[in-house]
């Protein structure tokens, strides 16, 4: 890989890293969740990266996908876990880390140490040559082992530049087939753990978007929108909240039309079907011509 190409991985990486932490440390009970992912996001900003997608705050049986909303008042609970997904890229190289937190209890110390062991285990396994099927049954057996369940419709995913989600799937269960892994691959492995029924699905509104298709609209306003859309995200992922300063007045009428015409959709929320708690933990990984780099290290 080029050298200058490989610095922008790693520092996207790094910021990706120390955003995650900073907002680790800001998760408390009583505290606003809008503040909270505003501040996390603001300090990827301040230290020169841009984000790759909204800041996910993913709540006791949600698996994934949700962020806060201009009109969230929710603040964190005591014991709630919290899945924390950040994401940065530094002119579109991309880092992608998530952890878990456990507001003010340890009643779930066992199923987040599980996604982490999870994630060890599937990085101790990828390397160039190794099929992605492996490093889910590295990530399966890690977690049955420990008495509880992956999810098995979640998976982790291959990234390349203003590409989050590139082509590779990495699984979190045994598969056959699939992507065999090669140096100059960029992966985010990400392990979720639950003691639910194993599976996620869900139709809620996350306030997440992503452009679905580009075509003319003919009202100006929403016209507008989705250029700046364009040329903001290139493409990644973004949130209802971040469309304000675009149109101080007018986003939220302008995204609603730009939904209706099927020009932007959002992700679903994604719900454990057995109700379970869910815990994840990530990396980015970089595959080399020996074994693996963490890039979010």
Not at 129 to 143: F, L, P, S
Not at 241 to 259: E, F, P, Y
């Given at each position: 890989m080029?050298?200058?190409?490989?610095?922008?991985?790693?520092?996207?990486g790094k910021l990706a890293h120390d955003a995650l932490h900073f907002g680790k440390r800001l998760i408390e009970e009583g505290k606003s969740m809008l503040d909270i992912t505003e501040k996390i996001e603001n300090y990827v900003y301040d230290n020169g990266g841009k984000l790759a997608f909204p800041t996910n705050l993913a709540i006791n049986n949600v698996g994934a996908h949700w962020t806060p909303s201009t009109k969230t008042t929710?603040?964190?609970?005591?014991?709630?876990?919290?899945?924390?997904?950040?994401?940065?890229?530094i002119d579109g190289y991309i880092g992608d880390n998530a952890l878990t937190v456990e507001v003010g209890t340890e009643k779930y110390g066992k199923l987040i140490d599980t996604s982490r062991e999870a994630l060890n285990a599937a990085i101790e396994v990828?390397?160039?040559?190794?099929?992605?099927?492996?490093?889910?049954?590295?990530?399966?057996?890690?977690?049955?082992?420990?008495?509880y369940k992956p999810i098995a419709n979640l998976t982790g995913h291959g990234i390349k530049r203003y590409n989050l989600h590139s082509g590779i799937s990495v699984p979190n269960v045994k598969e056959n087939g699939g992507a065999v892994l090669k140096p100059g691959d960029i992966i985010a492995i990400e392990p979720f753990v639950t003691d639910g029924a194993g599976r996620v699905g869900g139709k809620r509104n996350s306030n997440i978007y992503h452009v679905r298709q580009v075509r003319n609209i003919r009202d100006e306003k929403a016209a507008e929108m989705i250029d700046e859309i364009q040329h903001r995200y290139k493409g990644l992922p973004f949130a209802e909240?971040?469309?304000?300063?675009?149109?101080?007045?007018?986003?939220?009428?302008?995204?609603?039309?730009?939904?209706r015409a099927g020009i932007i959709s959002y992700y679903p929320v994604l719900d454990e079907l057995g109700k379970g708690m869910v815990a994840q933990s990530e990396h980015t990984v970089l595959i080399t011509n020996s074994g693996s780099e963490v890039l979010t290290n």
């Open positions: 080029d050298i200058n190409k490989l610095e922008k991985w790693k520092e996207a929710e603040k964190f609970q005591k014991g709630d876990l919290v899945k924390l997904d950040v994401g940065v890229h990828a390397g160039p040559g190794i099929n992605v099927g492996m490093i889910g049954y590295a990530v399966q057996t890690t977690i049955e082992n420990r008495g909240r971040w469309l304000h300063d675009i149109q101080t007045n007018d986003a939220a009428n302008s995204l609603t039309k730009l939904m």
